[in-house]
């Protein structure tokens, strides 16, 4: 089975509490929480490149395989903010981290990026082609951001994950996984960066209850989707992680399986929205703090711009 042999996160020091944006916006602390859950979160300087950020969670990635960088055979990074449009952020990021030749691309998958890279790495490992396929979500939205906003800028945050994915006889492993996307609702939520606009005009869109309502029906779907092809049922599950975008949607994810709180991983007032990046990001706190352990089974579900969504069932070990 294809396996998570290792993972590791990183998120910017420099953190921006919900109170900070009370000095230059017309918002407020408990606006900010009681619509979103979010109290803080991490701010990449200028200087500190996207792939800068998946690189320090990499190296811990490949630390916690046990492997060096020799051993990857791909680089794929899941990302909306890349460094440039070209080179890919995982050129740049494998050229970094001391790696030469090696097949490295980005996809742009928004939120559920590091899921879409999940089933890609999985096929790919699938064919016996790849030994070691390391796998990045990694995000430095909030260079995008347009600060004059507040429907938008206190949403997002910064931050990377990484997984070295392996494939062998043990029982651990990626049980399922499921991607969707409708393209059609592409224009309720955007990052205005691109051939379609002109230079000086970025800044993330987004028509926050329209996205909301999908997100809270697609969440779910997808949710139901990896269980059944992975032939478990909610009750079956020790974890759902689900992407951090909003604690109602969080909410609204969990009453659609009836799982208790405590099975709900959530961290969305430290970090905000990290994108691509929430996923990975959650996981290795999890096993950081212990929570998670060798056997455990993990429903990993997300949604995002495109509008995409994605899930996955993990055995973890
Ligand atoms: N502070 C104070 N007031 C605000 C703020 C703010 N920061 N932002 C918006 N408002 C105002 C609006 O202007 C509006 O005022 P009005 O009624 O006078 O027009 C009012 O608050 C209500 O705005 P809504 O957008 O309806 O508020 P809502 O309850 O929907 O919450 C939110 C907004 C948090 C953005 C919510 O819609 C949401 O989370 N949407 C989904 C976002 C999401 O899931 N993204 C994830 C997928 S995409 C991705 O992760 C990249």
């Not at 030469?100 to 999985?122: M, R």
């Not at 028509?207 to 997100?215: D, S």
């Not at 059944?228 to 604690?247: R, S, T, Y």
């Not at 007032?269 to 455990?296: C, F, H, Q, V, W």
């Amino acid at each position: 089975m294809v396996r998570i042999k290792g993972i590791g996160a990183y998120a910017p020091k420099s953190e921006l509490h919900n109170r900070d944006f009370e000095r230059f916006l017309d918002t407020s602390d408990e606006w900010i929480f009681s619509r979103s859950g979010i109290k803080s979160r991490r701010i990449s300087p200028p200087e500190q490149r996207t792939s800068d950020l998946a690189v320090e969670a990499s190296k811990k990635a490949l630390k916690r395989a046990g492997l060096s960088v020799d051993d990857v055979d791909m680089v794929i990074v899941a990302t909306s903010s890349p460094d440039t449009l070209t080179p890919s952020t995982a050129c740049i990021t494998a050229a970094k981290l001391g790696m030469d030749k090696v097949p490295c691309f980005d996809i742009s998958a928004a939120c559920p990026g590091f899921l879409y890279a999940l089933e890609i790495a999985t096929g790919l490992l699938q064919t016996g082609k790849y030994r070691h396929i390391l796998i990045v979500g990694v995000e430095s939205g909030t260079k995008f951001i347009d600060w004059e906003d507040r429907s938008t800028a206190v949403l997002f945050g910064d931050g990377a994950g990484a997984a070295v994915l392996t494939v062998d006889e043990g029982p651990y492993g990626v049980l399922s996984t499921y991607l969707q996307g409708d393209g059609r609702l592409g224009e309720l939520l955007k990052i205005e960066v691109g051939t379609a606009y002109p230079p000086g005009s970025w800044g993330v869109r987004m028509r926050g209850r329209e996205v909301f309502r999908n997100a809270v029906v697609q969440m779910g779907e997808a949710a139901v989707k990896a269980l059944q092809l992975a032939n478990l049922k909610a009750e079956d599950l020790d974890w759902l992680v689900p992407h951090q975008a909003n604690l109602r949607i969080i909410e609204a994810t969990r009453q659609r399986l009836n799982l208790p709180r405590e099975k709900v991983y959530v961290n969305i007032e430290r970090y905000g929205n990290t994108s691509a990046a929430s996923i990975p990001l959650a996981l290795e706190e999890m096993l950081e703090r212990g929570l998670l352990k060798e056997g455990d089974t993990v429903l990993a579900v997300s949604f995002g711009a495109g509008f995409t969504w994605a899930s996955a069932v993990i055995r973890w070990g």
